[in-house]
């Protein structure tokens, strides 16, 4: 017999951390890493999956 967390715990399980795989993100690029003020400030990259605990794996398509 399968039970599902809703009637075990009587709650719902929050989902909201998860993300959706292939999903477009960018990534923040420390204010060190600036050459100039006009260069930018963030990353293109692509959610490829989970690592491990609070990591994620990302693909950058111009540098593979």
């Given at each position: 017999m399968i039970v599902s967390a809703k009637a075990w715990y009587n709650m719902?399980?929050?989902?909201?951390?998860?993300?959706?795989?292939?999903?477009?993100?960018?990534?923040?690029?420390?204010?060190?890493?600036?050459?100039?003020?006009l260069e930018p400030r963030a990353t293109h990259l692509i959610f490829i999956g989970y690592f491990s605990t609070r990591s994620h794996k990302l693909l950058d398509k111009s540098t593979r």
């Open positions: 719902k399980k929050n989902v909201a951390h998860l993300r959706v795989f292939g999903a477009i993100v960018y990534i923040h690029i420390f204010p060190d890493l600036h050459l100039s003020k």
